[in-house]
């Protein structure tokens, strides 16, 4: 299967593995834009900081990109990321 040793991909499912993140993905895709502070008061449990380093990750990962405004920063998912896991998934069921 073309593509399982892909550095992008391993990153991909290692981003997606966590379930906050999943969650985080899940905020920006129904409220694009949403600040840090914003989605930790969305995400139970999460301090700032916690959501900061999932952010991290998700950037690292190209799911997630992140504008400054001022002191905030706004961030946006990157739909289009998720293709190679797509394309992946849709390899392995064939």
Request: glycine share 6%.
């Amino acid at each position: 299967m073309a593509g399982t040793d892909s550095p992008d991909l391993d990153r991909l499912l290692r981003a997606v593995a966590d379930p906050t993140r999943r969650r985080i993905l899940r905020l920006l895709s129904q409220r694009p834009g949403l600040t840090t502070n914003e989605i930790a008061d969305r995400v139970s449990g999460m301090t700032r900081w916690g959501v900061m380093k999932h952010l991290a990750l998700l950037e690292e990962a190209g799911l997630v990109q992140t504008l400054p405004e001022g002191r905030r920063r706004r961030h946006f998912r990157e739909a289009a990321a998720l293709r190679p896991l797509s394309d992946w998934l849709a390899e392995a069921q064939a």
